[in-house]
């Protein structure tokens, strides 16, 4: 499965981004994770066909992310940003079946990354 990610930016805190990435092929799972220098990576978003969604704390509230299957594409729609959203934002695929096999940090296929920046 290939990944393309594409929407990175800079822009003001308080600002909005579209993340968007193209996939090769359906998978299960799919998620958002993204990674600041000198930081682990961090699991953002997950979301898998008929099971909840689920967001890291820190962005509740204020980024969603969708599927569209027939397009094979995964978005993550950022509003209110913050500095501490700076980071390289990837999107990873996995084979599942269920929320548990989505509900991991372990997935299979990943992007090449987008760069989020937001100034204060």
């Known amino acids: 499965v290939q990944l393309v990610e594409s929407g990175g930016g800079s822009v003001q805190a308080g600002g909005s981004l579209l993340l968007s990435c193209a996939a090769s092929?359906?998978?299960?799972?799919m998620g958002w994770f993204r990674q600041a220098p000198g930081k682990e990576r961090e699991r953002v978003a997950i979301?898998?066909?008929?099971?909840?969604?689920s967001y890291v704390d820190s962005v509740k509230g204020r980024f969603t992310i969708s599927k569209d299957n027939p397009k094979n594409t995964l978005y993550l729609e950022m509003y209110t940003l913050k500095p501490e959203d700076t980071a390289m934002y990837y999107c990873?695929?996995?084979?599942?079946?269920?929320?548990?096999?989505?509900?991991?940090?372990?997935?299979?296929?990943w992007g090449q990354g987008t760069q989020v920046t937001v100034s204060s």
């Open positions: 092929q359906y998978t299960y799972c």
């Open positions: 979301i898998g066909d008929d099971i909840p969604t």
């Open positions: 990873a695929a996995k084979v599942g079946r269920w929320f548990g096999d989505c509900d991991v940090m372990e997935y299979d296929y």
